[in-house]
């Protein structure tokens, strides 16, 4: 079956201005999870969706981060006021409800703030 | 606190063995491990989990030291397709699957 899809693959934009990433989960996946990927390090644990709801978003580093599962199966990931810090690829893995479950990533959008 | 790996790189001959390492200062009741190639999505090796249990690939095996917090990757003989990063992620906190990973091993196998 399809795995996860992120959109787009590649983003560049402004510093000051707000984007939106996208991740299309596995079928049948209750659990979401964004991570955020910096050069030569290993993936930051952002925010985690159970269902429609954010389970646990300690890991946004400020309040320009916000993510949104509205039906419980797409997830947007939205970013006001873009800095250069930003720039990173931004992961997407989704996995069965039940700990201890391996996640699925997606290939990742990599975003790039100038 | 995310874990610790060792080293941060490897180079072997195709067919060489390998251990990679990773520990936590705080105590842990299960270990992830993903495998990445440059450019690519992380993906799935083994989760091993407190008393014992293990969930992975059948070439691919590893430990858990709960006492020690640590764990340990094993690469037998060694193939070309191993090379890339290996991670290991440890839960964030007791309430679901959220992992924070360590800083990584570079793999690479030669001919």
């Known amino acids: 079956g399809a795995g996860v899809s992120q959109t787009p693959s590649n983003k560049v934009t402004e510093k000051g201005k707000y984007v939106e990433l996208r991740c299309d989960p596995i079928?049948?996946?209750?659990?979401l999870y964004w991570y955020r990927q910096s050069l030569g390090q290993g993936p930051e644990f952002l925010i985690y969706?159970?269902?429609?709801?954010?389970?646990?978003d300690s890991g946004l580093p400020n309040d320009r981060f916000f993510a949104v599962r509205p039906e419980g199966s797409v997830s947007t990931l939205k970013i006001q006021r873009t800095e250069r810090g930003d720039s990173a690829v931004y992961l997407c893995?989704?996995?069965?409800?039940?700990?201890?479950?391996?996640?699925?990533f997606g290939p990742g959008t990599r975003l790039t703030v100038l | 606190q995310q874990p610790v790996q060792s080293p941060q790189a490897v180079i072997l001959r195709e067919g060489e063995d390998a251990v990679i390492n990773c520990s936590s200062s705080?105590?842990?009741?299960?270990v992830h491990w993903y495998r990445q190639k440059h450019g690519e999505a992380p993906v799935f090796l083994m989760i091993?989990?407190?008393?014992?249990e293990q969930k992975g690939h059948e070439k691919i095996s590893a430990s858990f030291n709960e006492k020690k917090q640590q764990s340990s990757l094993y690469l037998t003989a060694s193939q070309l397709s191993y090379s890339g990063t290996y991670f290991c992620?440890?839960?964030?906190?007791?309430?679901?699957?959220?992992?924070?990973f360590g800083g990584g091993t570079r793999l690479m196998v030669k001919p």
């Open positions: 893995a989704s996995s069965l409800l039940r700990e201890g479950r391996e996640q699925f």
């Open positions: 079928s049948g996946h209750t659990a």
């Open positions: 969706f159970q269902g429609t709801g954010a389970a646990d």
């Open positions: 705080k105590a842990l009741y299960s």
């Open positions: 091993l989990l407190k008393g014992g």
């Open positions: 992620g440890t839960p964030v906190n007791n309430a679901g699957n959220m992992l924070t």
